[in-house]
């Protein structure tokens, strides 16, 4: 069943493949780099990334080197929903990366603080949702890239419908919650605290 689904795939992105001159290539699997070469925004920000990417925990972007992580996963595991999966973390976290670092530099207040983290995971969701478009579209809807958010539903809606970044950072930022628990605004509030000016 799982070889007859991935061949009706094959067969619905083969054209963007056969158009494409390049072929991106993850670090991350072929079925990774299968799935991504869909996107013609995947494809570009790969190749413009420098940095590593590879399998690890958490998932997370560093900025100071360009490295990239995703959750572990295995091609020869056949699971499509996590392939999907990988390929969302792999959007999201190169959504950082185009971002760039946002400007946190003291003066600054606790609710910018907190606004201008937010808006880069907005930037990181507003490119997740880009790419899964575009994969969708590519294979006619049989390939679903989730949203990696705790809120995705609300982040669709919102990104479908036009929202600002400003307010898609709130959204995500209010109702995701980092490793130990917190949400990421009182992750942000907190280190502000303890840590400003830095």
């Known amino acids: 069943m799982v070889w007859k689904y991935l061949a009706v795939i094959f067969i619905l992105l083969y054209p963007a493949y056969a158009k494409s001159q390049t072929y991106p290539v993850t670090g991350l699997g072929q079925c990774v780099d ?17 940095g590593v990417r590879a399998y690890g925990l958490p998932p997370s972007y560093d900025p100071v080197t360009a490295k990239i992580l995703v959750p572990p996963y295995s091609c020869d595991s056949f699971d499509l929903p996590g392939l999907y999966k990988t390929v969302g973390y792999l959007s999201h976290e190169l959504g950082h990366h185009v971002a760039g670092v946002p400007n946190i530099d003291a003066p600054i207040t606790k ?3 907190v606004e201008r983290n937010c808006v880069w995971e907005a930037r990181a969701v507003v490119n997740n949702a880009a790419v899964s478009d575009q994969i969708r579209g590519f294979s006619e809807g049989t390939v ?5 958010s705790e809120n995705s539903a609300t982040l669709w809606s919102m990104w479908s419908g036009g929202a600002s970044l400003v307010d898609i950072g709130k959204v995500f930022c209010d109702n995701n919650h980092v490793a130990s628990g917190k ?6 509030e907190d280190y502000y605290d303890a840590n400003y000016p830095w």
């Open 34 to 50: 299968f799935i991504s070469a869909a996107s013609t925004t995947l494809t570009s920000q790969i190749q413009a990334h420098a």
């Open 111 to 113: 609710a910018q603080y």
């Open 144 to 148: 679903e890239i989730p949203l990696i």
């Open 183 to 188: 949400t990421y605004t009182k992750q942000h």
